[in-house]
């Protein structure tokens, strides 16, 4: 199972929000039936590589639907496949050895 963090930054908008960006990404990983939790810099998705990264990708593309001309995303993937994990099982052994 794959863990993936994601930060889409839309480039050029006419305000320096991008909640309205942030909010269309994560309705498409909602959608997309992948586990997931937004954090304030990114958004965590969990599953399948080829289900994230198809995931992924839609996020990518959302800014440019409305009318973004530049989206700048960063990726970090941990594709562990000795052992069944996810992002609550990273988590708590960090946190059972604090």
């Known amino acids: 199972m794959a863990i993936a963090e994601v930060s889409i930054v839309p480039i050029g908008t006419a305000t320096t929000s991008v909640s309205d960006f942030v909010a269309e990404a994560v309705s498409i990983v909602k959608t997309s039936g992948l586990r997931f939790e937004l954090t304030a810099m990114g ?27 530049r989206v700048y995303t960063v990726i970090k993937i941990d594709d562990r496949r000795d052992k069944q994990t996810g992002m609550d099982y990273k988590v708590h052994s960090v946190q059972g050895k604090l």
């Open 43 to 69: 958004t965590m998705v969990e599953g399948d590589l080829a289900a994230v990264l198809e995931t992924i990708q839609k996020m990518h593309e959302s800014p440019f639907s409305k009318g973004v001309k």
